[in-house]
């Protein structure tokens, strides 16, 4: 996406403009101290572009018109596909003790369950400290008893937007998001297929990114 | 902030004037199939903005100038002080499981630790997993052994903006920050004081509300 940013004079005019509403383009260029010739530039970008309404022998006014926000649109613009991580899996019959130490082993912060190549469950750090401070043997409990099962994870898809994934992150409470794509059996029946994963993390690291990238 | 989104023929314009360049007014207006005078407005717009150079009896050039990040500015003009929220404090003889349940109670990720009303440690998720599968008996060890110690500890101040703080929270691999306050006692003693917090989540929910706003 490309914009226009406005130059300080352009906006110190939008100012004036909506202070002294209507204007000429000769009450400005006395305001401002220069020549009209010299407002001419500013003055063609401002109405050309719909901030600026210009009406003969009246002269300029504010258009209230909002622009559109392009934070907004940039934002919903990037793709879930563009910004996934790998996601570690475990199989279901896992114990809670090997899955924790594949959690710290790959210093992430949700592990997802698999069946047969199919996504079955999810379970978070605060699942596991819950099931470590109880009464239970971590060792023997297979990792399937403890998890969020399916359907009640919640997921995206690659086409998703990432702003679409922040904002199921906070709906939802959870901290990371499985990217799915949904597959069928040889008997119609439809299952998810986990391709990565969008955490508050990776979101982290766009926020970072969207700082750091000039231009 | 304010600013202009170009519209998709001014787009179309960059591009054939990129693939084109040096390219006349009238082979932009064929190309398009439109008159050169319904041409005008766009390409004032593109010339007076820096986008395109124009140059008499050549034609127009795409400028290299690279056009201000608006998303960079716009996130590095966010500051801690404008999202921080409320951290959850315990005091450094706290045991490690009635933090953890402080934890849970409080749907937090990470505990900071108090002495004498200024900040000592910070203990994560992740922290209390470990000492959970541990030997230690999380009843008896107070949290004060298990936590990040100062000056261990990253810390941002209100005055950072929220860009800085998803940096550090990537570079240094934590989930959240402590906002802080340094104080001085009466020895001159240099203290911080936590004011409140910024984590992944505070910075998730800063880029749901990003995509929200409409202007």
Chains 1, 2 share one sequence.
Not at 31 to 51: E, Q, V
Not at 95 to 113: A, E, K, P, Q, R
Not at 115 to 129: E, P, T
Not at 174 to 192: A, G, N, R, T
Request: glycine share 4%.
């Amino acid at each position: 996406m490309r914009t226009i940013k406005l130059t300080k004079r352009q906006e110190e005019l939008i100012e004036l403009v909506k202070a002294n509403q209507p204007i000429t383009s000769e009450q400005l260029a006395d305001k401002l101290n220069i020549t009209r010739a010299a407002l001419r530039p500013d003055l063609a970008i401002l109405t050309m572009s719909g901030i600026l309404d210009a009406r003969p022998k009246v002269g300029y006014f504010y258009s209230q018109k909002p622009t559109t926000s392009l934070i907004h649109d940039y934002i919903r613009n990037i793709k879930v596909l563009d910004i996934k991580s790998k996601p570690v899996t475990v199989s279901e019959n896992y114990s809670v003790y090997d899955s924790i130490v594949t959690l710290f082993l790959n210093d992430v912060g949700t592990i997802f369950v698999e069946s047969s190549g199919y996504l079955v469950g999810a379970v978070s750090r605060k699942d596991f400290l819950k099931t470590a401070i109880g009464s239970s043997d971590v060792h023997k409990v297979p990792v399937g008893v403890i998890m969020t099962r399916m359907p009640n994870i919640v997921t995206v898809k690659d086409t998703d937007t990432a702003y679409e994934a922040a904002r199921k992150i906070i709906e939802h409470e959870v901290d990371s998001l499985p990217v799915i794509e949904v597959v069928k059996d040889e008997l119609q029946k439809e299952h998810y297929k986990i391709t990565g994963k969008v955490s508050k993390t990776t979101l982290t690291q766009l926020l970072v990114k969207l700082g750091e990238s000039q231009g």
